[in-house]
């Protein structure tokens, strides 16, 4: 319990408002979690399943409205919409405050409030923040134990400071029309009605850990990325860090915790994951741009998870795990998913929770946005500074989206400010991780699209104050495209582990080791310089996709500048000598 004055008024005025049966704060301790679970499985809201095959793991269903992000119902409520700027959807505070207290009123009726005391980084670090979230589904209670570090000793680190983040979330009845995901950085507040499903309802992950923590590290100096975070350590011993944004479901818990090809483990190389969604960037004491994962744990995408595409991933998926909107596999009490294998159950649910056959039916199990909630601590490649309250230096940003075509393997920025121009104008293949239609193509800058809790126009300026601030400890900046397809649709880029073969060549080029083509959008590969040993691609196959098709790119040029327009004055003159530069460059070279 907490003797801090601003949560017990805050959690007082929700009560009267919310009307709960009773409270109950979370501890963090294994007994009350375990309490907790036992009556989730008595209603029917969480199953658990097969203790010897999966200790510890649980089987959950969402509604089936309400199974992936809801963009065009989150909003950004500041006092005035240019704060919130072009890219986001702006409601006035005071309008929002009333419409949804309207909403929640009452809504706990009969129900107990549970209070999640939480820490965003390791509890201590200087650069971690303290969220509190009231909720009345013991789902969420369950997965931000999972996702976040919970419990009393965050109240001792809060002790009687009013920094801290309020998170309400209220079920209501799942009235998809009432379902609103609201942040009001101004008041470090964040609403959200409605809705069950993890990104709109665990509150520390994309409402609190990007969408406020931007505004916050705007104020502060410092910035809040969807970048996962890697260590790859070298046959000497050494290790470097690099931090990836690619927009939701292209690729980040994936390349978070690869297998390097089989030839590079005999020479001794190994990748470390300290994050798979979300970077918190400091400059640090040294100068150089540091990185927390803020999170403690991965709420992954379970269809594609295999043993051959991400084994490390499902290595973390074997205990202590929830799992959402999967095939529960009615033999012997697991789960199943597509690309899972190729056996799937034939006396199954799917993820609606009716009865499937994966050997005759012609639909999905599991749904494209079915979901794995894991400890960090699962997975066996987590790295050894994964609670380094300092967080680990960043050599190399990545960004890169989905992208059938115009975009190569991999190309490096030429300097800080280019790099930057490089992540805005990134465009990315939308995808089930938010409700929509997918495949696509929107302008998705740094993967922040549906993330930056301010004016986008701001955020890019922020960023380019940064490598001010960086100098010459900048990280170097590349952009890179697993997606590039042949003429039937199918990947060319073997990705997955293979994708170390492009990350040797990043982290070289940011040594200065090796030589590249210089193109008018950066510098790519000469293709000798990527190792294709072991692998079924002739450097032919890889100089298709290694090449800057200046025709598409003439169109790509015509579309940034369309997307630029939108920011009118709050786009940074730096960003418009970069298009300028990128324009005359293509000019000459076509
Ligand atoms: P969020 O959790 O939504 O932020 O997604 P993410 O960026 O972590 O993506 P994730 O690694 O879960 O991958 C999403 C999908 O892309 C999965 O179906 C993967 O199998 C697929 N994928 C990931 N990496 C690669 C790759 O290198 N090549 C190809 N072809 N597919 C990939
Ligand atoms: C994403 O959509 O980028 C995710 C999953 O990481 S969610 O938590 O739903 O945002
Ligand atoms: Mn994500």
Redesign the pocket.
């Known amino acids: 319990m907490t003797k801090n004055k601003s949560v017990l008024k805050w959690i007082s005025n929700m009560k009267n408002l919310l009307n709960p049966a009773q409270v109950l704060f979370i501890d963090g301790t294994e007994e009350q979690l375990e309490k907790l679970r036992k009556e989730a499985c008595k209603t029917g809201e969480i199953i658990k399943l097969n203790e010897e095959k999966l200790p510890g793991c649980y089987l959950h269903r969402t509604a089936i409205n309400d199974v992936a992000r809801v963009e065009d119902r989150t909003f950004i409520c500041t006092s005035t919409r240019h704060e919130a700027g072009p890219t986001n959807n702006w409601r006035s505070p005071n309008e929002m405050y009333k419409l949804l207290y309207d909403i929640a009123r009452n809504s706990y009726n009969n129900k107990t409030m549970y209070v999640i005391p939480y820490s965003m980084g390791p509890i201590g670090s200087p650069f971690s923040k303290i969220g509190v979230e009231l909720t009345d589904s013991i789902y969420v209670v369950l997965n931000m134990a999972i996702m976040t570090r919970v419990g009393d000793n965050v109240w001792s680190a809060l002790g009687e400071s009013e920094d801290w983040v309020r998170g309400l979330h209220a079920k209501c009845n799942l009235d998809a029309e009432k379902r609103y995901i609201c942040h009001f950085p101004q008041d470090k507040t964040i609403i959200s009605v409605n809705s069950a499903y993890g990104g709109n309802v665990l509150l520390g992950k994309k409402c609190f850990a990007l969408r406020i923590a931007s505004y916050l590290g705007k104020k502060e100096g410092w910035l809040a990325e969807h970048m996962l975070i890697l260590g790859i350590k070298n046959p000497k011993g050494e290790v470097k860090y690099i931090a990836a944004a690619?927009?939701?479901?292209?690729?980040?818990?994936?390349?978070s915790m690869l297998i390097p090809p089989k030839e590079y483990l005999k020479r001794g190389y190994e990748v470390y994951c300290v994050g798979?969604?979300i970077a918190w960037l400091h400059i640090g004491k040294d100068g150089m741009l540091r990185a927390i994962n803020p999170e403690n744990g991965f709420?992954?995408?379970a269809?594609?998870?295999n043993e051959k595409?991400n084994p490390n991933a499902l290595k973390t998926t074997k205990s202590k795990t929830i799992f959402t909107n999967v095939v529960h596999n009615l033999d012997d009490n697991t789960v199943w998913w597509e690309?899972l294998d190729k056996n799937p159950p034939e006396n199954a649910l799917d993820w609606k929770g009716t009865p499937w056959n994966g050997k005759t039916s012609d639909q999905k199990g599991a749904h494209p946005n079915s979901r794995f909630t894991s400890p960090a601590q699962n997975c066996p490649c987590i790295s050894p500074e994964f609670d380094n309250p300092a967080g680990v230096p960043i050599s190399a940003i990545i960004f890169g989206g989905r992208r059938a075509n115009t975009m190569p393997l991999v190309y490096q920025a030429k300097d800080w400010n280019n790099g930057v121009f490089v992540g805005t104008i990134m465009s990315s293949e939308t995808t089930a991780?938010a409700v929509g239609k997918v495949g696509v193509v929107r302008h998705d800058p740094m993967a922040m699209l549906p993330f930056c809790g301010y004016n986008m126009g701001e955020y890019f300026e922020h960023w380019i104050n940064i490598g001010k601030k960086l100098g010459d400890k900048a990280p170097q900046i590349f952009n890179v495209n697993?997606?590039r397809t042949d003429e039937f649709g199918n990947?060319i880029?073997p990705?997955?582990g293979d994708?170390f073969r492009v990350l040797e060549w990043i982290l070289k080029r940011c040594e200065s080791k090796i030589a590249a083509q210089e193109t008018p959008i950066g510098a790519v590969p000469n293709a000798k310089d990527i190792n294709l040993a072991g692998l079924d691609i002739n450097e032919d196959l890889l100089k298709k996709i290694l090449d800057v098709d200046f025709k598409l790119w003439a169109t790509e040029l015509e579309d940034i500048k369309a997307f630029y327009k939108k920011f009118g004055d709050d786009l940074p003159i730096e960003l418009k000598k970069e298009l300028n530069n990128l324009e005359n460059r293509l000019i000459k070279s076509i």
Request: proline share 7%; hydrophobic share 40%.
């Open positions: 690619f927009p939701s479901a292209c690729g980040k818990t994936n390349l798979d969604d709420f992954g995408v269809p594609g998870t595409s690309g991780a697993w997606f990947f880029w990705g997955f994708n």
